[in-house]
């Protein structure tokens, strides 16, 4: 058996109201991980970074707080992305599964977690995507689903295609999923990219490559597991996300 | 088909995370931040994303501005995301160690999702939150926190609004920021919007987001 999570089910240590103020829950404050605003060699965040220095904010109420958002934000089906349609869609089939973690190892339970990919040809579904493929009658790219008291969530799809986009002579993003997740606090809210494990465009996207440290570009390299992978019917991988770590109230130790 | 590896045996998954950390309750590295891109909207759009409250909540304020690039042209591919208070000040949620309060407005969600349109523009419907008290037993002006992501941002980027006609004097967030860029934190109301202002959505309560350049919005680290 797996060793069992503790699920992250608020502890009541913050429900006490410290001599002129309010005890909270803070979260890591990871440095050096995130890709810069700035990273000229992905272009379009030339405009599109403040320049000035940003403002330490304190993690008060509306921070440690967010929207818990779960099952009545998905609907039956929206976990399939093969079965949206009369037809299934062209392409690999596979099953992505995973769980939803945050840095101090715990579970991040009932969820939200929304995708949303390119199709089996690397088009997507919007009016933005002109490129020269064929887009696919039978998928859309969508896909929302709630991780369970383990934090853990499941879903179908296809493989996504590679596409051209304009950064750079011969630029092509290597085959990816958007995942969009919001945790329990505000100060939690992460969209991410999961990618293919073996991709060679890996080395050649500025995307990936603008986060800084090699083990966190590796972190976003979902596992193909072949024990998992259903026999006859789709291929497994396994890709788990850790949010910022919700730490334990200041001063939690000191006499009540 | 010498070279096919044997398949693993059947039996209880490693206990590991899919990139090689024990799963044994000890601290995990974190997952870093990439670009919604540009197609954000296939996932992101929800039909009543912009309902903080639902249409018809009497008082409802609509809150929004143009999300502008550091040429001052819109961003129309880019999406702000609200989370706030309830008009007493309260939160929904087991970390509000007042205890977690269900709003006393039918339908509250706390929680607004605006995708900018072709204008760049933003607007989510809202109540005006309530003062909400701080750690430091200082106590915070009505807010909005305000996340800003589009193509071209590898994350997002965190900011605030806060409300015209408060007294913001005692707002410990605001407090750290230079007195001369406190202004692109706070709306302003319909009949104050200057004239040169961009071409803005048909809102209420006004604030554009200047990602860079002059009049830079504050943004914050947290």
């Known amino acids: ?256 | 088909m010498s070279d096919v590896p044997p398949a693993p045996a059947p039996g209880p998954e490693p206990a590991l995370t899919s990139f090689g950390a024990p799963l044994d309750g000890s601290r995990l590295p974190l997952s870093a931040s990439q670009t919604v891109g540009p197609f954000l909207s296939i996932a992101l759009d929800w039909a009543d994303g912009e309902q903080v409250v639902p249409v018809g909540t009497p008082g409802a304020v609509r809150v929004g501005g143009v999300l502008l690039d550091g040429q001052g042209e819109p961003v129309p591919d880019g999406v702000v995301e609200t989370w706030q208070a309830d008009p007493d000040g309260r939160f929904d949620h087991p970390d509000d160690p007042r205890g977690a309060s269900a709003s006393s407005v039918p339908g509250f969600r706390g929680f607004g999702r605006s995708s900018t349109n072709e204008s760049g523009h933003w607007q989510v419907l809202t109540l005006k939150p309530g003062a909400v008290p701080a750690a430091d037993g200082s106590t915070e002006a009505p807010h909005l926190d305000v996340t800003v992501m589009a193509r071209g941002m590898l994350d997002r980027v965190v900011t605030r609004l806060y409300f015209p006609d408060d007294d913001h004097c005692d707002d410990v967030v605001l407090a750290a920021v230079p007195r001369h860029r406190r202004a692109t934190l706070v709306a302003v109301r319909r009949e104050d919007v200057p004239p040169d202002a961009p071409p803005g959505p048909d809102v209420d309560v006004r604030l554009d987001i200047r990602l860079q350049g002059q009049d830079e919005t504050v943004f914050f680290d947290l």
């Open chain 1, 1 to 256: 058996m797996n060793q069992p999570l503790r699920p992250d089910v608020g502890e009541p240590a913050s429900a006490v109201r410290a001599a002129g103020g309010l005890r909270l829950p803070r979260y890591e404050r990871p440095s050096g991980l995130n890709p810069p605003l700035d990273s000229p060699a992905y272009r379009s965040s030339g405009l599109r970074h403040p320049t000035q220095p940003l403002v330490l904010m304190p993690q008060n109420l509306t921070e440690i707080t967010g929207p818990l958002l779960g099952s009545g934000r998905v609907l039956p089906g929206d976990a399939d992305l093969t079965r949206q349609h009369d037809d299934e869609p062209l392409g690999q089939r596979i099953v992505v599964s995973g769980r939803v973690l945050d840095g101090t190892g715990r579970a991040v339970p009932d969820t939200l977690v929304e995708v949303w990919q390119a199709n089996a040809a690397g088009r997507y579904r919007h009016l933005r995507d002109q490129w020269p493929a064929p887009l696919d009658p039978n998928f859309d790219g969508l896909g929302r689903v709630v991780t369970d008291s383990q934090g853990r969530y499941t879903f179908t799809t296809i493989q996504p295609g590679a596409y051209p986009w304009g950064n750079h002579h011969n630029a092509w993003r290597p085959a990816h999923i958007h995942f969009s997740l919001f945790g329990r606090a505000f100060t939690q809210r992460l969209v991410t990219q999961m990618y293919f494990p073996g991709d060679p465009l890996h080395a050649y996207d500025p995307i990936m490559q603008s986060i800084p440290d090699e083990q966190a570009r590796q972190r976003l390299v979902a596992r193909f597991d072949l024990a998992t992978t259903q026999p006859e019917w789709a291929l497994s991988y396994h890709f788990d996300i850790v949010l910022r770590g919700r730490l334990a109230t200041p001063f939690e130790d000191d006499d009540e």
